[in-house]
């Protein structure tokens, strides 16, 4: 078993949503026995550039129970841990189903990672199998890679080379399905991986109760308002898109349409031909749909609502969404805090538009200043937030001391609520910056930069972004003797470091004087974010 340090709720807290139903005795694997047993007849599509591919849910079921036994086979025990790096797909689907049934403790990857970044996630987490595409950007170097710090790595896509090498039809093909095993609802279900305010990227331990809570209580309640199905775009190698994608529609009945790259051309005619909504995603999917040449009136009455979040999401977009008859809402969340608060689609325009929605059922919102004091109504300060769906703390436990409060998770976020309760995220304490719904550390960035032998110091900040929310802003000063590095010497450098390419700056400015600072000497990054918003 894999030993985890878990951040409980006070025992009156507890006991509270335990009372309300919000936390029962159902796993995640019960979860998806129930929901999944009522979805045999529905259909799960894949839609690539290639074709169309649909499979029956319990056909998928089936594949993952037997990857889980075929592990299981392998000597990988309920508890223990399996990290998987897969684009959207049905094996991807298949390891989340199988997994689940079988207890393992599952850590998605983003496909966007570079590879030593999952190589460290693989170091930090344990893991005793490795699932990959064997189609992958350096897939060949990846396996090799991750081979050497665990047990097996599976290979989809490719036959088995080994007997630690495998591939993952001959896996499935050789095993045979076996009973779920009991699971303890408080045991860790999945390990977010996201960067954090540091330049070491932080692993968020989500608990059996904590995910059913988050799909029963939220997830499901927003997406049940429409009878369609959606078109889910949302990598399923990240938490919250392999909850949406994956575990939402079969408990409200729905099949599953998955893509397995964008195109918006592509995704506005699948929405036409399966009549599909656009559903909840990263602010980037409605905007590149909007733009498209080809979409019509007809597509946004298909369209109809769509729920946003995972990247800041401006009011222009929300209010552009309305002339053309779709009913956007803002929200707020995190890997830590997956929906901290949603806006209604029966709300007013100004609301939509201009607050990240209410507090979502469970949840506890406060404000507090850099005192510690609860804020009154309207005063900025940081969000602190609990809830029967919040996180049981990091990988590293020496993280958790920072990240709660006697029991509220400090968010690192800035932001007021009104009398009437909505939330509004204004700036943001944690040195990160969200593009197209992906956490990029600065600090991990910076450290880079300032290896550079033209650079003296670097700061890096968030900057607006039309397209996708917001941009890393590289501010530089050059070493004396040293001509200012452009935007193609610090991309070679990062490229060399081992960089993923989504963490890349894609805005350099040039600092001759010194960096504003507080009397501490500390870079004062308000300021330079104040400054690219056209601000200071």
């Not at 490719?158 to 093909?173: E, Q």
Request: glycine share 10%.
């Amino acid at each position: 078993m894999f030993d985890l340090d878990i951040v409980e709720p006070d025992q009156q807290l507890a006991h509270r949503y335990r009372r309300k139903g919000w936390w029962t005795d159902t796993s995640l694997a019960d979860l998806l026995a129930t929901s999944m047993g009522g979805a045999g007849n529905r259909t799960m599509w894949l839609h690539s550039r290639a074709a169309s591919q649909q499979v029956s849910m319990s056909d998928v079921r089936d594949l993952g129970h037997r990857l889980g036994a075929g592990l299981a086979a392998r000597g990988l025990r309920p508890g223990e841990v399996v990290a998987f790096q897969l684009p959207n797909s049905i094996e991807a689907a298949a390891v989340f189903y199988g997994l689940a049934h079988s207890g393992v403790v599952l850590v998605p990857l983003s496909h966007a990672m570079a590879p030593r970044e999952v190589l460290t996630a693989v170091q930090h987490c344990g893991a005793r199998a490795v699932i990959l595409d064997a189609h992958g950007p350096e897939a060949a170097d990846l396996a090799a890679l991750v081979g050497q710090c665990t047990e097996y790595v599976v290979l989809v896509g490719a036959p088995s080379r080994s007997t630690r090498v495998l591939g993952f039809n001959a896996l499935v093909d050789s095993a045979i399905d076996r009973s779920a095993v009991r699971i303890d609802p408080a045991a860790p279900a999945v390990i977010g991986w996201t960067s954090g305010s540091t330049a070491e990227p932080k692993g968020v331990i989500l608990t059996h109760r904590a995910l059913v809570a988050e799909a029963r209580l939220h997830m499901a309640p927003m997406l049940a308002g429409s009878p369609r199905p959606m078109l889910s775009t949302s990598p399923v190698s990240h938490v919250t898109g392999m909850l949406i994608s994956l575990l939402v529609p079969p408990l409200i009945g729905r099949d599953i349409h998955l893509m397995d790259y964008w195109d918006a051309t592509a995704a506005l005619a699948l929405i036409t031909r399966h009549n599909l909504t656009a559903g909840s995603g990263a602010p980037i999917f409605l905007q590149t749909l909007l733009d498209d040449p080809s979409c019509t009136p007809k597509h946004h009455e298909l369209i109809g609502q769509a729920f946003l979040g995972g990247a800041t999401v401006s009011a222009a977009l929300v209010q552009r969404a309305q002339s053309c008859g779709i009913v956007a809402t803002r929200s707020y969340g995190c890997t830590e805090h997956p929906s901290i608060s949603l806006g209604r689609v029966e709300d007013e325009l100004s609301v939509r538009a201009g607050t990240d929605g209410h507090v979502n059922t469970g949840v506890d919102v406060r404000i507090v200043d850099d005192s510690g004091r609860v804020c009154s109504s309207g005063q900025p300060g940081e969000l602190q937030t609990r809830g029967p769906d919040l996180f049981s703390g990091y990988l590293n436990p020496a993280m958790n001391e920072e990240a709660f409060d006697r029991g509220w998770f400090r968010t690192g976020d800035i932001g007021t609520r009104d009398d009437r309760g909505h939330v509004v995220v204004m700036d943001r304490k944690k040195d990160i910056i969200i593009r197209a719904g992906m956490n990029v550390s600065a600090a991990e960035v910076e450290a880079i930069l300032n290896a550079m032998p033209e650079v003296r110091e670097a700061a890096v900040v968030a900057a607006p972004d039309p397209r996708t929310g917001e941009h890393g802003c590289a501010f530089i000063r050059p070493n004396s003797g040293h001509a200012p590095p452009g935007i193609d010497a610090v991309q070679r450098a990062l490229t060399a470091a081992g960089l993923a390419k989504y963490k890349w700056p894609e805005e350099i400015r040039h600092q001759v004087a010194d960096f504003p600072r507080t009397a501490a000497g500390k870079v004062r990054k308000a300021d330079l974010r104040r400054m690219v918003r056209g601000q200071g």
